[in-house]
């Protein structure tokens, strides 16, 4: 089994426990190297890894251009404390620190309150 596919696996666990009454479908792609996941209220969450210890975690809002944020790795030129790690605000173009570190048990918690609490439409 490859590295994406055990974080992928974490990640579906740990999602499944914290979001589970808020969770309308889960698809579980290992193939794409992705899990897809539709809230009851209209939220989309994509969770993705390689094996090049990259990730990505999109929160999509609405299909309006910008409607969504992120956490990733996926390049390094973004001028952050926590670099290559950074996160894109709702509505906007930069990057800022983050606190993600592309490990799922350490992340998925963390990105699990975000959304509980509401919080994650507010970064």
Not at 1 to 27: F, N, P, T, Y
Not at 71 to 99: C, G, I, L, M
Not at 103 to 121: H, Q
């Amino acid at each position: 089994m490859s590295l994406h596919e055990k974080k992928l696996i974490i990640a579906k666990q740990l999602i499944e426990q914290c979001l589970k009454s808020s969770i309308e479908r889960l698809l579980f792609q290992p193939d794409l190297s992705r899990i897809k996941i539709q809230l009851r209220n209209g939220i989309f969450i994509f969770i993705q890894y390689n094996d090049f210890d990259e990730y990505g975690y999109s929160i999509v809002f609405s299909k309006i251009e910008l409607d969504r944020c992120r956490f990733d790795n996926y390049d390094n030129r973004w001028d952050v404390s926590t670099r290559p790690h950074h996160f894109h605000p709702r509505y906007r173009t930069e990057a800022v620190s983050s606190k993600m570190i592309g490990e799922p048990a350490k992340d998925m918690p963390y990105l699990c309150d975000l959304i509980i609490s509401g919080k994650i439409t507010t970064l």
